[in-house]
């Protein structure tokens, strides 16, 4: 083995002489983890010239290097056709970080290529090392407590309680854990997987109509498959179900919504007994393809993740008023009867409920606002201010839109940016619940002041302590308290209690002010400058005057609030 | 040879095969043809699992993630790199070309791992029905519409460690 002697510095001068002795070049890639290099060196070199010029290739000490072949680690006394390594094939490179983890591979090295007095001077130099250490045969038995102590942890294995076997297995028990864990199924709806395909609406909408059940569903009902192809609304479905939150709030909204629009003569009972026929097929088809494991069993929580659509798991939805009444109406699935026969008697309840308004509400549709599923909407409203736009963009509240836009002045209150911000704000609207609560007090104990809630004199009830009409204060202090302490806030929840009341009376009164508040606030300002401290006056004054400042002056220095 | 002074360990590929699961479910409906192979593979040498997710290359004992034992065991044959030889490469691996951000399902996922690991260790690489999986779903409709989003998946099966840089 002449050439694995020349592994000095006269390599290069053994290279030129083996060129000139017509040996061939061959051109080996070398790889490395991170990246790979053409090195061109004699067929017949010997590993360790080899592993010269990728020392200086790599920038690495001769002892650093590693090579690797076909599983082989390639020694410096061997050659590189002794390997086989040709012209045109890999050779793995690894460099390693400690001289000293050499001692495994390279105290075999030294062993075998003792002979050879090479300027492997590493491998005598390490020589020592392997003795010192742990001997190659039992290297790996020794070292995992060094390398492995870190991995390998089995504990994890029964951790999740899927030490099963079989997949099949396992995706049992993940349903099962599914079922008596529904945050997990909110975590699988958080996977990005499952959020990234919920956000393609035409993946989704494959998905769903190539289910066999679905197809049947699809024929029996036609409306599914308008339904499926409306990409509007399956993007709505599918944000629903990626937001498992949201889709339980939203769930819960379309219920109570779809109940209250019951009420409106005729349409919604149709679309409700269409939704009956479609949800409950599609519950059972969505469970079938779960292998019959209901949903219902998820407590309520949650509903499938992968069938976005239609499915609800139901459980009766709370509803505060516990309405007289009830009309027995259709249930629209399991647990929602309750919701929907409480509300179905919203049409005979509307006349019988204390109208907590005072204003006779013209028409059902407009009554809407003051049935006891819209109050509970809005009480669950003003726990989630998120419910509110959640609400108002899905599919259903369109219709319910709709019917809004009957109602021109409905609509744009309902439209009216501060109306929303109202409804957004969680305090806001718990203050109007209230309000509503102690309106509708107000009615059954004082009749005699039904009256005198004309439309002005609404805005006058919540700002209390203005004493206008100030019954026995209705509404707990929260925004008509303190009036005169904070005067801008007030102010901004009167205006908002007002379009919010407006709201409630179904838009009968007027048009007095779709934002009055807001209008008048220049006009409020001016009248606080010249000393009309009252705010809650100065704005019924306003308000009654329709802005008019100088109206409102008149007003107000007219009746002389205190 | 230098053989008997050499330890020789041996190399295996553990194939777990996914479609069990959803793959021979779904896929009919989403390609329109049967992939019936999906699988996630991983390395089992000294005594150790080893495999690539979306976490970067973890390590665990041998059917110790939560997939359980394989359903299929190939032997990739012997080598000679020793353990600690092995555990530099994977750090260096684990901090390039597989760290966990690099996983791609379908370009650069665990079997691109085991395939690059197979070659090192043993020269030899994986069954190429495994290595062509992902040229398959991509050339359906479907699996090219499905492309970015499960570009995005990192699947990474819980019950191993991460290994990331240096051992030790």
Known sequence: MAESSGTDPTVDSNVVENAAKDRTMIVVTVKTPKDKEEIAILEDSSVAQFKEEISKRFNAKLDQLVLIFAGKILKDGDTLNQHGIKDGLTVHLVIKTAPKATSGSTSQNSASSSGTPQANSSSSASSPVPNASTPPGTGPAIQPPNLLSGFGDLSSLSGMGMGSANFMELQQQMQRQLMSNPEMLSQIMDNPLVQNMMSNPDLMRQMIVTNPQMQQLMERNPEISHMLNNPELMRQTMELARNPAMMQEMMRNQDRALSNLESIPGGYNALRRMYTDIQEPMFSAAREQFGNNPFSALGGNLDSGVQPSRTENREPLPNPWGPPGTAPSESRGTGSSTTTSSNGGTAPSVSSLPNPLGINASGLGNGVFSSPGMQSLMQQISENPQLMQNMLSAPYMRSMMQSLAQNPDLASQMQNPEALSVMTNPRAMQALMQIQQGLQTLQTEAPGLMPSLAPGGIPGIPSTTGGSVAPEGPPPPTQGSNPSADVSPSQQQQQLMQQMLQMFAGGVTTTQAVTPEVRFQQQLDQLSAMGFLNREANLQALIATGGDINAAIERLLGSQPS | ?168
Not at chain 2, 5 to 23: H, K, N, P, W
Not at chain 2, 143 to 166: F, K, M, T, W
Request: proline share 6%; aromatic share 10%; glycine share 10%.
């Open chain 2, 1 to 168: 040879m230098e053989k008997n002074e050499t330890t020789i360990y041996s190399v295996q590929l553990y194939i777990y095969d996914l479609s069990r699961g959803m793959a021979r479910n779904l896929s009919p409906i989403m390609l329109g043809k049967s992939v019936s192979k999906a699988v996630h593979t991983a390395i089992v040498v000294y005594g150790d699992e080893f495999f690539f997710g979306g976490v970067g290359i973890s390590s665990c004992s041998p059917g110790g993630t939560m997939l359980g034992s394989p359903d299929t065991v190939v032997e990739l044959g012997n080598t000679e790199v020793t353990e600690e030889i092995f555990m530099d490469y994977l750090s260096s691996l684990g901090e390039s070309t597989y760290r966990g951000d690099k996983y791609r399902l379908f370009e650069h996922n665990c079997n691109t791992f085991t395939n690059e690991v197979a070659q090192f260790l043993t020269g030899r690489k994986i069954p190429s029905y495994i290595t062509d999986l992902p040229s398959e779903v991509l050339s359906t409709p479907f699996g090219q519409i499905l492309r970015p989003i499960l570009d995005s998946i990192h699947i990474a099966p819980p019950g191993g460690n991460v290994i990331n840089g240096r051992p030790s």
